[in-house]
């Protein structure tokens, strides 16, 4: 099992960024998918939960209305589009196989090595 996430970099406040996650090793229509997001000298907080099949998603409140947990299964890759970025978004970004949705989106069996994102004027 595979996660390679990518697109992270240096924003501006108020700008956008789009990170990728590109899974192999198993039958990534199968599964619920999730972000997740660690800020330096904080805990791993969850961001963002979409689905197997795409039609539903689910957000932490302090990204709600500002990110966007996209996916496409024939190409196997998971997004989270980040709009309205604010200096407390810095944080590392990972993307996370979900363990079993019907308990959590927060709990996860595989996780990929995670793209930075800053936030900074």
């Known amino acids: 099992v595979q996660l390679v996430e990518s697109g992270g970099g240096l924003a501006q406040p108020g700008g956008s960024l789009t990170l990728s996650c590109a899974v192999s090793?198993?039958?990534?229509?199968?599964?619920?998918m999730s972000w997740a997001r660690q800020a330096p000298g904080k805990g791993l907080e969850w961001v963002s939960g979409?689905?197997?099949?795409?039609?539903?998603?689910y957000y932490a409140e302090s990204v709600k209305g500002r990110f966007t947990a996209t996916r496409d299964n024939a190409k196997n890759t998971l997004y989270l589009h980040l709009n309205s970025l604010k200096p407390e978004d810095t944080a590392l970004y990972y993307c996370?196989?979900?363990?079993?949705?019907?308990?959590?989106?927060?709990?996860?069996?595989?996780r990929g090595q995670g793209t930075q994102v800053t936030v900074s004027s």
């Open positions: 979409v689905t197997s099949d795409g039609s539903r998603t």
């Open positions: 996370a196989r979900v363990r079993n949705y019907k308990i959590s989106y927060s709990e996860y069996d595989y």
């Open positions: 090793g198993f039958t990534f229509s199968s599964y619920a």
